[in-house]
């Protein structure tokens, strides 16, 4: 499966950022999917997660209530970031779970098969 994410650039603190994952695979609308991030020196973090069916979505504490992952289409998830903040900086990965369990939304690196090659969101202050 392969993954390309997009809309990642520069916006200043308060404002709002989209980006997509998008995947020309059939598969993908069947697996779990996530985003994560890395800041330079950091280790790579998970930021939100939906399951196959869409029913069930998980966040990391520090973006609930300004961040929504969402599956738009049959090929693309999306997470749209709102009240951006410096610390959101990061490469931003997406990422697929080869899994058929219908609300499974994996939060740990390593339960996810599938990486797209990330893009950049810096939020300046």
């Known amino acids: 499966v392969q993954l390309q994410a997009s809309g990642g650039g520069l916006v200043q603190a308060g404002g709002s950022m989209r980006v997509s994952c998008y995947s020309i695979d059939r598969a993908f609308g069947s697996y779990p999917m996530g985003w994560f991030r890395q800041a330079p020196g950091k280790e790579r973090e998970f930021v939100a997660a939906v399951s196959r069916t869409g029913r069930r979505i998980r966040y990391t504490d520090t973006v609930k209530g300004r961040f929504t992952i969402a599956r738009d289409t049959k090929n693309t998830v999306s997470l749209q970031m709102n009240s951006l903040k410096p610390e959101d900086s990061a490469v931003y990965y997406c990422?697929?779970?080869?899994?058929?369990?219908?609300?499974?939304?994996?939060?740990?690196?390593?339960?996810?098969?599938?990486w797209g090659q990330g893009t950049q969101v810096t939020v300046s202050s």
């Open positions: 990422a697929a779970a080869n899994s058929a369990r219908n609300e499974y939304a994996p939060q740990v690196r390593d339960e996810y098969d599938y």
